[in-house]
């Protein structure tokens, strides 16, 4: 069974800190997808890494696939309130079905002013 | 405009009982899915239909039979509540192949709770 542990747990910080979220496995994927999800909504996509080291960044949040695609980050700099929420990754497995995917443990991230 | 929504929102029941949770989705989608997501907050996959046929049926109770009438809609059906059914379940659905397979578009959520 494939299992992507997501660290931290928790992490409260102020208005403006950085911040890194990992996600790390001992199982290969085909992708890596982040998702943010908010109180009482659905996960909400962030961002698909494809190829190993592949880095994009978005707007503030910056997305990082390992080389060995087994683990993922995820940054954010000069956090706001608004980045508030659950980050999710989830992994493809290799050879599998593409849309099975494997959700990691998740973040729950909290922004104070 | 609702890409993925879900009836109802919440829903709550007691042990026992059957009750289902309806979705839709108008992305034109082929693909949709049943996840249940626990007080941990940790999203696990249940079905997966494409294009009205299961392609994924993890080990779940087969109290639970999910029905796809069409591609567009994917319901979940739940015979004989239990306690540990509360939970959140969430709709989702996805294009099918290429990279876009993989994103998955998910629906705000049926907060169960049996009692």
């Known amino acids: 069974t494939q299992l992507l542990e997501q660290s931290p747990q928790f992490l409260s910080i102020q208005e403006g800190e950085n911040l890194t979220v990992y996600c790390n496995s001992s199982?290969?994927?085909?992708?890596l997808q982040w998702y943010r999800q908010e109180p009482g909504e659905g996960p909400v996509l962030l961002v698909t890494v494809v190829t190993g080291g592949e880095v994009k960044k978005l707007k503030r949040l910056t997305f990082q696939f390992g080389d060995a695609r087994k683990d993922s980050s995820l940054h954010i700099t000069a956090a706001q309130p608004g980045d508030t929420g659950l980050y999710l990754c989830a992994g493809a497995p290799r050879g599998g079905t593409a849309s099975k995917l494997t959700f990691g443990t998740g973040t729950r991230l909290q922004v104070t002013l | 405009d609702t890409a993925v929504s879900q009836t109802p929102k919440y829903l709550v029941t007691q042990m026992g009982n059957d009750k289902s949770i309806k979705c839709e989705q108008n992305?034109?989608?082929?693909?949709m899915y049943w996840y249940k997501q626990d007080s941990k907050k940790f999203l696990k996959i249940m079905f997966s239909y494409n294009n009205k046929e299961l392609i994924i049926n993890e080990t779940v109770p087969n109290r639970f039979s999910p029905k796809s009438p069409d591609k567009a809609h994917l319901n979940l059906h739940i015979n004989s509540l239990e306690l540990g059914d509360s939970a959140v379940y969430f709709c989702?659905?996805?294009?099918?192949?290429?990279?876009?397979?993989?994103?998955?578009?998910f629906g705000p959520g049926t907060r169960l709770t049996v009692t």
């Open positions: 199982s290969v994927f085909s992708s």
């Open positions: 989702a659905s996805s294009r099918v192949g290429g990279a876009s397979s993989y994103e998955q578009y």
């Open positions: 992305l034109g989608h082929d693909t």
